[in-house]
Each structure stands twice: as C-alpha cells, then as structure tokens.
C-alpha cells in the first residue's frame, strides 16, 4: 500500500529549532483537549508499507519474537512494525525492531525498553505493517518532522515542555503526487570548461556534469587585455601579477646554533636562480654519565651538560596517602572496590611498602560471612591474613592493624598487567554485613617505571 508525505517543522518566535517536541497526527473530526488527542492516525516512515506473513510469536527475557514468511527490505533494526489480529492481544500494537536474524523479528516497546510480561502463548492470527511510526513521536535536533499516510485531511497535535501552548494545525492536506504534462525531452549545455553526459533525457536518465580537461600550466582567469569578458582556461602573463613581484635575486641561510649540543652545516647558500638551500643539524658528542640541566644552584641560567647532583632528585622517592572509608564503603566491598591510590599513568606501577588499617567502632559491630579483604593493583593482590580488625566491639573501641606489602606477582604481560593500576581495596567474596563502624586506610607506596 503506498503513503504520501508531510514534512513541517517547529520553531520559536525567534526561528531557534526546537526539538524533542511532541507530534500526534489525528483524523478528522480530531479531539484536541487532551494530549495526545484522538483519533490517532496510522502513520509510516516510508511511502510503502509491505504486509508479509507472520506464523508464529513468543515472548522471552522482555523481547517479543515475531517468525515471518519473508522479511522484507524495510525490516532492519530501529524501524516499527505494526502487528493487528493476534490471539492473545498482548502481541498486538507498534512495536521497536531489536534485531533481525533470518525469519525471526525481535522487538521491544517503542521506546527501546523492555516488555515486562508475557502476553502469553500464540494462539493464531496476526496481520503485519512495515515501516509504521509510533504515533505520537518527536521532532529530530534541528526543529523537523515528517510522516507518511494515506491521502486525507488531518490534525498535527504539536505540544511538549518546550511550548508555552500546544499548537493544533487543522486541515493538513495530505495529497497523491502525479500529474501529467507535454515535454518529451530535456537536455543540458553548460560553458566549455565543464562536459556533459546522459544530455538529452527522453524517458528517463541522468544528466551528469563534470570538469573538462585543460591544458597544463593554464588557469582559469578573465581576458589578458580590454574590458570584461567570460573566463577561460589561458597562460598566465605578467599583468597577472602584482606590482613588485618576481624581483627577488638571491636568497641565502645562515644558521646559528647551542654549539655545545648540536653543529650545523649549510649548503647551497646563496640560492642566486634556481637551486636548493640544506641545513644538516648534528648531536655534539658528550662525555658519559653527562645530562642536559640548568645550574646546580643560584638563579636560572642556559643549560649544559653536566654531572646529577642531590639537589637535582626529589627529597623523598615515599608517597603516602589516607583514604576514609564509610560504613556504606565497608558493607559494599564485595562489589565496589574502593580506589586507594589513583592509576599513575601509562608506563608506571604502584609499589605499596606498608598499609595501615586505622578501624573505628560505631553502633552496630560487623558480622562477617568470609571472604579475604584484599589490596590490589592490576592482577597483583595482597590479601589481610584475617578479617578482625573491622569485627571490634562498638564506639568508643578503636584498633589499628599495620599491613606490611606481602609481594604479588602479577600476570605476564607487555606492558605487565599492573601498569597504570590503580590500588584499590575489595573483599574477594561475602560483604560484611550489619555494622556501622568506619575506617581510615594509611598506604605508603613508590611509583616506579615498568620499562
């Protein structure tokens, strides 16, 4: 069945787009003190709707499989179909295609999320329409819509929370294109720089215009001398150019280079017709163990190459860092992993050296299922030996449990599995459960290069 098209859009007053607003297409006499109003109409995204056969339907897991007789071309992923006449009802409505795979059509409700429950079990019947449009639906980004439906007079509905007032746009004729007329032929000619072919059509084809060739070295540019004329494609002269140009006689390249890091030699220099200008830049040599720094005190200065001294290396190579973890932090280890040192970027790896653990009694005292609480960083981990710091008695109790770095070893890997990990704290299985006390988590680490 074929449809025919309505295009319009939405704007406010000062012409801006305005997306995301509501269209429902109504019959006539349409209601339109509700929103949506009624009767709503059957609408499509195309001017041909196809009706294959449906033998069967089931639902699973919140998805609906319809099993068609033949798929046709418009049935693809994030297109609607429309299914009539199925016993049980609940098949029955417009619905979003999830997937296609052969005969079998997956499909959710028609905003993407999932059907709830079962409709029950296929009895018979079941009439299908492709290329439907739910009804109502949205303007896209730029303010447009469009619709496809069969020849009539309808209401568009536009209402939403981006209009102060919904707009009601009665008698929107939707009409059949056709006509006829006397021509028999039509051809194109276009200027000489551009060829032509498909010229002329005389029932149907394509008239296509390209770019002729030119012969080299010309450009396209109006007459050389006189009034104005059409451009075409000629040599170049000396009119052409601007006033000055071309007066250059010689170009020459100097090159001044740090002489303690780097030589330079110049060819070519001067350059009095045609030629080329080369710059060769050369490493000087340096003595060993040597590095390229500023002064080793005082004020800034250009840089040499010289022997590290102990003012170049930072005081101390030992981070630290204090993490407070909350009683909701304690109960959820087992599925939320708390980040105790960030992930120190590509080609670095935490080295943890000691972990305190400093544990405070709240209200209720935790119970413990089993399960290690374990420090990680990548596939490297360290569990505690046991879990009883954090099964104290309750406020005022406090206890403090220092955690030495046992040593892992992570998985083989080029970069190591470790790199660029970041050290978290987790329980490998069993929340605890029930207690309300807090923690603070003291790690003392060393960031080191994996290369």
């Known amino acids: 069945m074929s449809f025919f098209r309505y295009d319009n859009s939405t704007r406010s007053i000062t012409g801006q787009a305005l997306s995301g607003v509501s269209v429902a297409v109504l019959t006539q006499p349409a209601v339109t003190t509700t929103q949506p109003g009624s009767p709503l109409a059957t609408i499509f995204a195309a001017s041909t709707s196809n009706a294959p056969a449906l033998s069967s339907a089931s639902w699973a897991a919140g998805f609906i499989t319809f099993v068609l007789g033949s798929v046709p071309a418009d049935v693809v992923v994030g297109a609607y179909i429309s299914v009539t006449g199925i016993n049980p009802t609940g098949y029955n409505g417009i619905w979003l295609i999830n997937a296609v795979s052969g ?16 409709p029950g079990t296929y009895v018979s019947g079941g009439t299908v329409a492709t ?10 980004q730029l303010g447009n819509f469009f619709f496809y439906a069969a020849a009539g007079i309808y209401t568009v509905q536009l209402y939403g929370s981006a209009l102060p007032n919904q707009l009601v746009l009665a008698d929107q004729n939707v009409v059949a294109g056709g006509g006829a007329g006397s021509v028999t032929s039509v051809g194109l000619s276009m200027p000489a720089e551009f060829s032509v072919a498909g010229s002329p059509v005389s029932t149907s084809g394509t008239l296509a215009v390209t770019k002729a060739n030119a012969t080299a070295n010309t450009v396209w540019s109006g007459p050389t001398t006189g009034g104005p004329a059409a451009p075409t494609f000629r040599a170049l002269v000396a009119a052409d150019l601007p006033a000055g140009a071309g007066t250059v006689s010689s170009v020459a390249l100097t090159a001044t280079v740090p002489t303690d890091i780097i030589t330079a030699a110049v060819g ?15 490493k000087v040599n340096q003595l060993a163990n040597q590095f390229w720094a500023g002064a080793t005190s005082g004020g800034a200065s250009a840089p040499t190459f010289r022997n590290i001294v102990a003012a170049d290396l930072p005081g101390t190579l030992l981070q630290s860092s204090t993490t407070a973890l909350s009683s909701a932090n304690i109960l959820a280890l087992l599925g939320t ?19 305190t653990i400093e544990f405070f009694g709240g209200g209720v005292a935790y119970t413990d299922a089993g399960g290690a609480v374990s ?9 505690l030996p046991n879990n009883n710091i954090f099964l104290i008695t ?5 206890r403090i449990q220092t955690f030495p770095w046992p040593g892992a070893t992570d998985t083989a890997a080029n970069p190591p599995t470790d790199d660029n990990a970041a050290l978290t704290i987790s329980k490998v299985t069993n929340n605890f459960a029930a207690g309300t006390g807090t923690a603070k988590i003291l790690v003392q680490y060393l960031i080191l290069p994996t290369t």
Do not use: E, H, R
Not at 108 to 116: A, F, N, S, V, Y
Not at 341 to 355: R, T
């Open 337 to 355: 992993p708390i980040t105790l040192v960030a992930a120190p970027g590509v080609g670095f790896v935490i080295v943890p050296l000691m972990i």
């Open 394 to 398: 309750v406020s005022p109790n406090k």
């Open 103 to 118: 005969l079998n059509i997956k499909v959710t409700k028609t905003d993407g999320t999932l059907i709830g429950t079962t």
């Open 268 to 282: 070519g220099s001067p350059v009095t017709t045609s030629g080329t200008l080369g710059l060769t830049l050369s």
């Open 131 to 140: 290329s439907v449009l739910p009804n109502p639906f949205l303007t896209d």
């Open 375 to 383: 420090f990680s960083a990548g596939s490297a981990s360290g569990p």
